[in-house]
């Protein structure tokens, strides 16, 4: 059997590598749109402080955009270097959309991007606006293929197990591009991307006007953010619903434990706000709900019911014995492919083979899972409950956070005054970090909560890793995090000293700092 301990630090690796990413993705996501709305303007009026406006935060871009190349390819890497047997049992399905990421959306972008820094002297204004559009759909279909190789990991469609290869094969591609679940997650993901491009924009902006520094320069910038922000603010709450949805359909697990909710309630569910959760008795002391609204998010009905903790094991359990039935039949069909009456019995239980995958974390031969031991798999299918209930909360709280600040940024726009609100300028700057945390509470929730599952319902985690010893794994991950911590500050460096420059960097004659 693998041990506990490697699992643990492949788990800790790949977590540590794509948060760190998942650092430079949103920015990247969010600020591409804000330079095309800002070219557009140009072109459209000629007027050339929206062409520098568009060429200094395209200088910010720039920076965010390398160090997040740099930080992605190594992720991707660790698929066949930690986690060797995960890209074996189902590389067919998830090596298929990151290929067309590589192929397409990957040499699109860069393409574009590279046109975008070194053409402004050698394409038309219209030409150039072009190369800054396909720039931003190449950045998005990155994300699209990418997030649609991650909703199948959640809801994995469009795919079945084969006997023959002994691995899980795709029947479906357009299942799997049309995944509910993925295309739910690409919305609300770069929605969450178009957030924090905006805050970043209306953060300095906000420093500028009360440095009293590039004052129409900031003005415009401080427009733009605040009106893209407060509509891709209102698309991640309005879009995280549908999230919520399709999280009810394809993981009630996820579900359950987002909500703290133990045992089953009547339809319709009522949304717990807080509550005291206590894990070791499976039971919350005291809780603060309100009526009907979980019910209409995560099943759209006034009638139908969301499975509680306590009724998802019980469900489990049986999966699991099923599933020892499944393995066993995959056992003997290694030795004997030609028996029917084995094909059929694989056949009507290999719905549960994943199920009996998780007893191989305790025992080698499933056939010989005492009851105890079963009840330690049951327990494993349910994620601990406190972090993924306070980090939901958490994140949802910076949303409507984010979406007063907007609104009120929106509004003093609107009148003209948006410089003469110091209190809201320090707001702004001050929720400079608020729409990272949120992406970063948003990618636990999402891959915490399909603990004990790389594949949910097919492939456990503890099956997933390389054959690495402990040892490496404690190097690797080490060099790693100073890797990336180095590029981390490396960036934050950059990103300040340009900011603090403002579009005097540019070297036009038009602005402050002209001779730093």
Known sequence: MISEQLVDLSRLQFAATAMYHFLFVPLTLGMVWLLVIMETVFVMTGNVIWKDM???????????????????????????????????????????????EGMMAFFLESTFIGLFFFGWDRLSRTQHL????????????????????????????????????????????????????????????????????????????????????????AKRSFRVASAFGLASVLSVIVLGDESGYTVGEAQQTKMAALEAMWETKPAPASLTLIASINEAESKNNWEVDIPW??????????????????????????RIKRGIVAVKALDDLRNNRESVEVKRRFEEYKNDLGFGFLLKKYVDDVSLATPEIIEKAVNDTVPRVTPMFWSFRAMVGLGFAMLM????????????????????????????????????????????????????????????????????????????????????????????????????????????????
């Open 405 to 516: 600040l907007f609104a009120v940024a929106f509004w003093t726009t609107l009148k003209s005054k948006c410089s003469e609100h110091p209190y809201l300028l320090r707001a702004a700057l001050w929720m400079l970090p608020a729409p990272w945390i949120a992406c970063e509470l948003g990618w636990f929730v999402a891959e915490y909560g399909r603990q004990p599952w790389t594949i949910y319902g097919v492939l456990p985690t503890h099956m997933s890793v390389s054959t690495l010893t402990v040892n490496s794994l404690y190097g690797s991950l080490a060099g790693f995090i100073i890797f990336y911590t180095v590029l981390l500050v490396v960036e934050v460096f950059l990103m300040v000293k340009f900011a603090r420059m403002g579009p005097g960097s540019l070297g036009t004659g038009r602005y402050a700092n002209e001779g730093h």
């Open 54 to 100: 568009t060429r200094y935060w395209g200088k910010l871009f720039g920076i965010n955009f390398a160090l997040g190349v740099t930080t992605g390819i190594t992720l991707e890497f660790q698929f066949g270097t930690n986690w060797a047997f995960y890209s074996h049992y189902v590389g067919d399905i998830f090596g298929a959309p990151l290929a067309i």
């Open 293 to 318: 609204v979980m019910g209409l998010i995560g099943t759209r009905s006034l009638t139908k019911e969301i499975p509680g903790i306590h009724e998802i094991k019980a469900k489990n359990r049986e």
């Open 130 to 217: 072009m190369v800054t559009i396909l720039m931003a759909v190449g950045t998005n279909l990155s994300a699209l293929w990418i997030l649609i190789a991650n909703g199948w990991m959640q809801n994995p469609v469009g795919a079945e197990f084969s006997y023959v290869t002994m691995r899980m094969e795709m029947t479906d591609f357009w299942a799997v591009v049309f995944n509910p679940d993925a295309q739910a997650k690409f919305v609300h993901t770069v929605s969450a991307g178009y957030t924090t491009g905006a805050m970043f924009v209306l953060s300095i902006s906000s420093w500028f006007l009360l440095k009293k520094q590039d004052v129409e320069f």
